[in-house]
């Protein structure tokens, strides 16, 4: 009897185990998720909600932000599903997306009010180094079909691009350079920035926006998006 009462106790501390096992809370990774970061480049908006269900309620994005400090946001790899929708809650872009883990994306919202679009880029570079600087350049303004993004300094780098797409990220020194934008069909200058810093380690993205015959927040501009991750990453 004793014998069976011992057999006995031993296999209920093992089903207790077992059960507080299950209750216990489990530590989330951050290699668990990708990351991205959300962009409005849509003219006819200026606000515009993203709604995805991991992040269970939407957040707002502007067109006019001059807030330099875009950052990141965790998201469960795989596929997701991302709304865009207008301030008063109408969808006007609805799509899945294939995240890889532990990867970093901007998705930047760009189009016509008859039809918004959207790009997903993966924030990748090779063979990347802190001592160098990186960019790219992305063209959502509808109304020109190819522009020539010229970054110039003792020489210039030259990127043609049509309507809708972007470049790959290009190395380049660290330092002060001008950058110019121009319409590819008549070579005028559609925007001239003089003296802007690429700093080491530091990833740019270089976005014209807006209408080439727009004016006041729909006018053409040319935003710099700056990040740092990839430095943070690897300090």
Not at 73 to 90: E, F, P
Not at 169 to 194: E, H, M, Q, R, W
């Amino acid at each position: 009897m004793k014998i069976v009462i011992i057999i006995l106790s031993i296999l209920l501390l093992i089903g207790c185990e077992c059960v507080t096992d299950i209750d216990t809370p489990k530590n989330i990774s951050p290699s668990t998720y990708a990351h991205i970061m959300t962009l409005s480049a849509a003219p006819e908006f200026d606000e515009l909600k993203i709604f995805s269900e991991f992040w269970q309620k939407p957040f707002f994005i502007y067109y006019n932000n001059s807030d330099d400090n875009f950052s990141y946001r965790d998201i469960t790899y795989g596929l997701n599903n991302i709304k865009v929708l207008t301030k008063k809650d109408s969808v006007i872009f609805n799509s899945t997306l294939s995240l890889e883990k532990t990867k970093y994306y901007t998705f930047i919202i760009f189009g016509t009010k008859q039809r918004v679009q959207a790009m997903l880029l993966k924030d990748s570079v090779y063979n990347y180094k802190k001592t160098t600087a990186y960019f790219r350049c992305i063209h959502t303004s509808s109304d020109v079909p190819q522009v020539n993004f010229i970054i110039n300094s003792s020489y210039p780098i030259v990127h043609s691009l049509p309507y809708k797409t972007n470049s790959a990220f290009t190395p380049i020194v660290s330092g002060f350079y001008s950058i110019k934008i121009n319409n590819a069909l008549t070579d005028s200058t559609l925007i001239n920035i003089k003296n802007y810093e690429f700093k080491e380690g530091f990833l740019y993205s270089i976005i014209l926006k807006g209408y080439a015959e727009g004016k006041g927040s729909k006018a053409l501009e040319c935003q710099i998006i700056e990040s740092d991750e990839f430095y943070k990453k690897n300090e």
